[in-house]
Protein backbone atom coordinates (compact mmCIF):
# COMPACT_ATOMS: atom_id res chain seq x y z
CA UNK A 1 0.00 0.00 0.00
CA UNK A 2 1.51 2.82 -0.65
CA UNK A 3 1.90 6.10 1.94
CA UNK A 4 2.71 10.01 1.41
CA UNK A 5 2.73 10.81 5.25
CA UNK A 6 3.51 14.75 6.06
CA UNK A 7 4.31 16.07 9.41
CA UNK A 8 5.76 18.77 10.71
CA UNK A 9 3.04 21.45 10.14
CA UNK A 10 2.20 24.06 12.67
CA UNK A 11 1.68 27.94 13.58
CA UNK A 12 4.68 30.35 13.14
CA UNK A 13 4.96 33.95 13.37
CA UNK A 14 5.75 36.05 10.33
CA UNK A 15 9.09 35.47 9.13
CA UNK A 16 9.77 32.07 10.96
CA UNK A 17 10.85 28.98 9.73
CA UNK A 18 8.87 25.34 8.96
CA UNK A 19 10.37 22.17 8.04
CA UNK A 20 8.04 19.76 6.63
CA UNK A 21 8.82 16.37 6.42
CA UNK A 22 7.15 13.56 3.58
CA UNK A 23 7.36 9.19 4.73
CA UNK A 24 7.30 7.67 1.14
CA UNK A 25 6.70 3.93 1.48
CA UNK A 26 5.03 0.88 -0.22
CA UNK A 27 6.88 1.39 -3.28
CA UNK A 28 10.05 2.45 -4.88
CA UNK A 29 10.37 6.19 -5.29
CA UNK A 30 13.64 6.75 -6.37
CA UNK A 31 12.53 7.28 -10.47
CA UNK A 32 9.80 9.65 -9.03
CA UNK A 33 10.06 13.29 -8.93
CA UNK A 34 8.71 13.96 -5.41
CA UNK A 35 6.99 17.18 -4.24
CA UNK A 36 5.25 19.60 -2.44
CA UNK A 37 2.03 21.59 -3.08
CA UNK A 38 -0.27 23.49 -1.11
CA UNK A 39 -3.75 25.19 -0.97
CA UNK A 40 -4.84 28.22 0.32
CA UNK A 41 -8.34 29.43 1.79
CA UNK A 42 -10.12 30.35 -0.96
CA UNK A 43 -7.09 29.43 -3.73
CA UNK A 44 -6.46 26.41 -5.79
CA UNK A 45 -3.55 24.01 -5.09
CA UNK A 46 -0.22 25.02 -6.07
CA UNK A 47 2.98 23.38 -6.93
CA UNK A 48 5.27 24.57 -4.20
CA UNK A 49 8.81 22.73 -5.09
CA UNK A 50 10.06 19.15 -5.97
CA UNK A 51 12.92 17.11 -6.35
CA UNK A 52 13.55 15.77 -10.20
CA UNK A 53 13.02 12.77 -11.39
CA UNK A 54 17.05 11.33 -11.65
CA UNK A 55 18.53 11.17 -8.19
CA UNK A 56 18.43 14.12 -6.27
CA UNK A 57 20.65 17.06 -7.38
CA UNK A 58 17.56 18.81 -9.41
CA UNK A 59 15.12 20.85 -8.14
CA UNK A 60 12.46 22.94 -9.32
CA UNK A 61 10.62 25.58 -7.52
CA UNK A 62 7.36 28.46 -7.77
CA UNK A 63 8.62 31.81 -8.15
CA UNK A 64 7.23 32.82 -4.85
CA UNK A 65 9.66 30.39 -2.92
CA UNK A 66 12.51 30.97 -4.23
CA UNK A 67 14.90 31.98 -2.40
CA UNK A 68 13.05 31.13 1.02
CA UNK A 69 12.45 26.89 0.98
CA UNK A 70 15.05 24.59 -0.02
CA UNK A 71 13.74 20.99 -0.71
CA UNK A 72 15.82 18.11 -0.19
CA UNK A 73 15.87 14.00 -0.24
CA UNK A 74 17.59 10.90 0.66
CA UNK A 75 18.30 8.57 -2.22
CA UNK A 76 15.83 6.88 -2.45
CA UNK A 77 13.03 9.50 -1.89
CA UNK A 78 11.76 8.02 1.55
CA UNK A 79 11.93 11.08 2.71
CA UNK A 80 11.21 14.80 1.19
CA UNK A 81 11.59 17.39 3.36
CA UNK A 82 11.18 21.66 2.40
CA UNK A 83 12.69 23.55 4.90
CA UNK A 84 10.65 27.39 4.60
CA UNK A 85 12.05 30.25 5.65
CA UNK A 86 10.86 33.83 6.22
CA UNK A 87 6.99 32.57 6.04
CA UNK A 88 4.26 35.18 5.62
CA UNK A 89 1.09 35.05 6.58
CA UNK A 90 -0.10 34.17 2.85
CA UNK A 91 1.12 31.62 3.22
CA UNK A 92 -1.20 29.93 5.55
CA UNK A 93 -3.10 26.28 4.15
CA UNK A 94 -2.46 22.98 3.59
CA UNK A 95 0.68 21.48 2.61
CA UNK A 96 0.85 18.44 0.19
CA UNK A 97 3.66 15.11 -0.50
CA UNK A 98 3.13 14.37 -3.79
CA UNK A 99 4.45 12.09 -6.23
CA UNK A 100 5.24 12.01 -10.48
CA UNK A 101 6.64 9.23 -12.33
CA UNK A 102 7.24 10.66 -15.48
CA UNK A 103 8.76 14.40 -16.68
CA UNK A 104 5.30 15.35 -18.18
CA UNK A 105 2.82 12.83 -15.97
CA UNK A 106 0.50 13.53 -13.53
CA UNK A 107 0.80 13.26 -9.85
CA UNK A 108 -0.31 9.81 -8.82
CA UNK A 109 0.18 9.76 -5.39
CA UNK A 110 -0.95 12.54 -2.23
CA UNK A 111 -0.62 12.69 1.06
CA UNK A 112 -3.17 13.81 2.88
CA UNK A 113 -2.22 17.57 4.06
CA UNK A 114 -0.57 19.25 6.95
CA UNK A 115 -1.47 22.76 8.16
CA UNK A 116 0.91 25.29 8.33
CA UNK A 117 -0.38 29.07 9.84
CA UNK A 118 1.11 31.84 9.51
CA UNK A 119 -0.20 34.31 11.70
CA UNK A 120 1.07 36.97 14.32
Known amino acids: QVQLVESGGGSVQPGESLRLSCAAS????????MGWHRQRPGKEREFVAA?????????YYADSVKGRFTVSADNAKTTVNPQMDNLTPEETGVYYC????????????WGQGTQVTVSS
Open 26 to 33: GRSFTNFA
Open 98 to 109: AAVPFEDGEWDY
Open 51 to 59: VGWRGTSRK
